[in-house]
């Protein structure tokens, strides 16, 4: 079963559009991290964020912003006043600390940001 | 720091032959990992390490893939022989130790065309 599923394969949207990328997690154990890489047209991933399981609070960074729900075991970020350098993959990850360092990786949103 | 060095970053080679991509993790990591991104397939993990052991190798496709780790500052992963369909990017990432809750950081990657 897939651990980590993003369900929105590619999304477009027009310059300074607000766009929320959906990650939805399964897990049984207590103790997870997860994370949020972008990936942009030149191939590099580049982190993005990390939150564990028991720091509910949303973070904000500048234009982006994380909302992590354990009650729907979600952890969505939205690109506020998206901008053509927003344009790449995005990948959530998770992290379960009884794997060890095991990564599961989603299958990504292609992100087009049109100016 | 320089961050996580791979080489080559593109390697064009005929089927058949053997490849050799290598992997310096940033100083200081104790987690290295091997990733295979595909179209097809995604962002796939081949194995991971931990304090130059190999902990989990389960995502190996074949006995055509070997990994090493000799010592804390250099990976090699070899594909012999090598088939069109390990045609693919190759990532190599480190963490800083065990239990999960810490980010990879991602080389820039290999691009392998086996032709």
């Known amino acids: 079963a897939q651990k980590v599923t993003q369900a929105q394969t590619e999304i477009s949207v027009v310059e300074k559009e607000d766009v929320t990328l959906d990650c939805v997690y399964e897990?049984?154990?207590?103790?997870?991290?997860l994370f949020w890489y972008k990936q942009p047209p030149s191939g590099e991933l580049v982190f993005l964020i990390r939150?564990?399981?028991?720091?509910?609070q949303n973070e904000i960074s500048g234009r982006y912003s994380w909302n992590f729900q354990k009650s729907t075991s979600s952890f969505n970020f939205t690109i506020t006043a998206s901008q053509v350098v927003d344009s790449a993959v995005y990948f959530c990850?998770?992290?379960?600390?009884?794997?060890?360092?095991?990564?599961?990786f989603g299958t990504g949103t292609s992100l087009t940001v049109i100016p | 720091d320089a961050g996580v060095i791979q080489s080559p970053r593109h390697e064009v080679t005929e089927m058949g032959q053997e490849v050799t991509l290598r992997c310096k993790p940033i100083?200081?990591?104790?987690?290295l990992f091997w990733y295979r991104q595909t179209m097809m397939r995604g962002l796939e993990l081949l194995i991971y390490?931990?304090?130059?052991?190999?902990?989990?190798d389960s995502g190996m496709p074949e006995d055509r893939f070997s990994a090493k780790m000799p010592n804390a500052s250099f990976s090699t992963l070899k594909i012999q022989p090598s088939e069109p369909r390990d045609s693919a990017v190759y990532f190599c990432?480190?963490?800083?130790?065990?239990?999960?809750?810490?980010?990879?950081?991602f080389g820039p990657g290999t691009r392998l065309t086996v032709l």
């Open positions: 990850a998770l992290s379960e600390i009884g794997t060890g360092n095991q990564f599961y």
């Open positions: 390490f931990n304090n130059n052991v190999p902990i989990d």
């Open positions: 990432a480190s963490s800083l130790d065990g239990g999960g809750n810490n980010e990879q950081f």
């Open positions: 100083s200081g990591h104790n987690s």
């Open positions: 939150r564990n399981s028991f720091d509910e």
């Open positions: 897990t049984r154990d207590t103790t997870y991290y």
